[in-house]
């Protein structure tokens, strides 16, 4: 597959996902049905069916073990008649619908999953979403994860990898196909009905197609993270007030936070104005810095360093503890999930949820786009 910059793409590739990338693959197993094993060794390849196998690293080759022997190869594919279960690190089990290659990566297994598109696609809503279920929720969510991959699917082979994406939050979340199989055919039909498509901007380039958990009422502009874009900027988003993730609360050792806050913003923690203003922060709409005294912190470093879901709090006071009221999941740029949850259950369609949350964009075919 080759990309060229502001070039239009004739097809949609097939997705070459890293699988397990969180973890160091030693061992694995796949099974299911019937599967089609092909053995790489030197310039030879044979081809077995079985409905099991094994896989081991050893000394940096493959081996594995389909009929009670253990043997060597230099990689392995596997496909499935339809689908079949991978069981791999820390014993996680996924079913994977196509094909898998694996080969040795050090003292591990590098394992790829080689699927068409919407498969892949299904695998990234059933797992982004979570229990957020609705058909158009569901066909948004597809259009966004597509295009997510045309503007990313560079990355890791830019950096010498085999790949394009991830199966974590490097790249989109992806864990394989849902076991119910009423959820699974409900995902097909409504990543199918989206078959294809990308949002666009007003230059036809398709867009950063950003998304978050819950904006908290308000998405944040993409210029208090990186350089502005114009699809991607704040509006008030009521959708997304009174939806599970709205709201949050975190105590913070008052000392400690007091303590950070006076090294980020160069002042006294001993200072009783600055302890008063720091200890009693309000935020009634969302704000890119925390300022006092000439000095100013990116609240997203406040967010990293603190562990909160969000940059949008406001500080209560308290004897030797803060609570931080906030509002939102994530950084809060384009697609609020729950809040295209709620348009979608009040009968918005996938088409005015991204035009919603992208302002200026318009879908097209894949062939159409441009990079």
């Known amino acids: 597959m080759c990309m060229l910059q502001g070039a239009a793409q004739a097809s949609v590739p097939q997705v070459r996902v890293r699988l397990f990338s969180p973890y160091t693959l030693a061992t694995a197993s796949l099974g299911g049905g019937t599967l089609d094993l092909q053995v790489y060794q030197g310039s030879a390849v044979d ?16 081996q594995f073990n389909a009929d009670g022997q253990w043997k060597t190869a230099d990689s392995l594919r596997v496909m499935p008649k339809e689908t079949m279960w991978f069981s791999g690190a820390r014993g996680i089990r996924r079913r994977i619908p196509g094909l898998v290659v694996l080969r040795p990566r050090g003292s591990a297994i590098l394992a790829l999953a080689v699927l068409p598109m919407d498969d892949y696609l299904v695998g990234v809503v059933h797992a982004e979403l979570g229990g957020l279920a609705h058909p158009e929720l569901w066909a948004a969510q597809s259009v966004v994860a597509r295009t997510w991959f045309a503007r990313n699917a560079r990355k890791f082979f830019e950096a010498g990898e085999c790949y394009a994406v991830t199966d974590d939050v490097q790249s989109q979340v992806f864990h394989g196909w849902p076991a119910d199989e009423e959820r699974l055919a409900k995902l097909q039909d409504a990543v199918a009905k989206t078959r294809d498509l990308v949002l666009i901007d007003a230059e036809g380039k398709c867009i950063e197609a950003m998304f978050h958990a819950n904006s908290g009422g308000q998405t944040m502009p993409s210029a208090w993270y990186f350089s502005p874009r114009g699809h991607l900027q704040s509006q008030v988003d009521s959708f997304s007030l009174h939806c599970p993730q709205t709201y949050w609360t975190k105590k913070v050792d008052k000392e400690v936070y007091i303590a950070q806050m006076a090294r980020w913003l160069k002042a006294s923690p001993n200072d009783k104005a600055f302890r008063i203003y720091i200890c009693t922060y309000q935020q009634p709409e969302r704000a890119e810095y925390v ?67 992208y302002p200026g964009t318009r879908l097209v075919p894949w062939a159409e786009a441009r990079w």
């Open 47 to 62: 081809t077995l069916k079985v409905s099991n196998v094994s896989i081991r690293s050893e000394s940096g080759q493959i």
């Open 291 to 357: 300022s006092y005294g000439g000095q100013k912190v990116r609240l997203r470093q406040v967010r990293e360093y603190f562990k909160l879901r969000s940059t949008w709090f406001s500080v209560e006071d308290g004897a030797g503890t803060l609570t931080l009221h906030g509002r939102g999941y994530g950084h809060g740029i384009g697609m609020s999930q729950e809040g295209a949850w709620e348009m979608a259950k009040r009968g918005y369609l996938a088409e005015e949820i991204t035009g919603f949350y």
